[in-house]
């Protein structure tokens, strides 16, 4: 696991907005929620923002370009900025592929880092297989694969071994955001860890017509 440095400025009462990030089938979902048990901190599920008129793309076995990921990320960004005004640390999952798409995340946002779950391709298809009830097909894995840009040492947060058991890879994360932010994490917004882990239903991502 490799850490990239952390960000250089820090966000207004200790705000933090953790992206967790990779292709389709690496656990950002799964992982996710470990993070909000273990923080308290509000959850959005990223595949919610997406327009009907991208999952519709989706679920004919088409990938999405980028201008139809613009408006999703836009989306994304615009829930993190509400949050980060608020003073909420949160957790949001965002395929996050190209280094242009984690840029716009980041902008303007000083609160958010990610964490990049790593999963070889052999795993990843596995788990599309097996995987129910998600309007992406596996299909599509291979044009992620070929899209995605790793995250860079210079880019704020983790690269983690996403096949390893999901509570050890959430360990690692948290291990790895403390160590950028001298060992101290803000409190959790108020809600249960187990309401807030699965809150994905619950969410109401702003800009989105899905």
Not at 180 to 207: I, R
Request: aromatic fraction near 6%.
């Amino acid at each position: 696991m490799a850490i990239s440095g952390s960000t250089s400025s820090t966000p207004g009462a200790g705000t933090r907005t953790v992206v967790v990030m990779g292709v389709a089938g690496c656990g950002k979902t799964t992982v996710a929620g470990e993070l909000v048990d273990r923080t308290g901190w509000v959850f959005a599920e990223g595949d919610d923002f997406h327009p009907s008129a991208n999952v519709a793309k989706l679920r004919a076995g088409h990938p999405l370009d980028d201008d139809d990921r613009w408006p999703w990320l836009r989306a994304i960004a615009t829930w993190i900025g509400a949050h980060e005004r608020s003073g909420t640390s949160a957790v949001v999952t965002c395929s996050a592929l190209k280094r242009s798409y984690r840029d716009l995340l980041r902008e303007g946002h000083d609160s958010v880092w990610f964490g990049y779950l790593a999963v070889p391709a052999t795993v990843l298809s596995d788990r599309l297989r097996c995987r129910r009830g998600h309007y992406m097909p596996a299909s599509l894995l291979e044009s992620q694969l070929a899209a995605l840009e790793p995250l860079g040492d210079d880019e704020p947060g983790v690269t983690a071994i996403g096949h390893a058991p999901a509570p050890e890879v959430a360990a690692e994360v948290l291990k790895a955001l403390r160590g950028d932010h001298s060992g101290e994490l803000p409190p959790s917004a108020g809600s249960t860890p187990s309401d807030a882990a699965h809150a994905c239903g619950a969410v109401e991502p702003p800009g989105s017509t899905s």
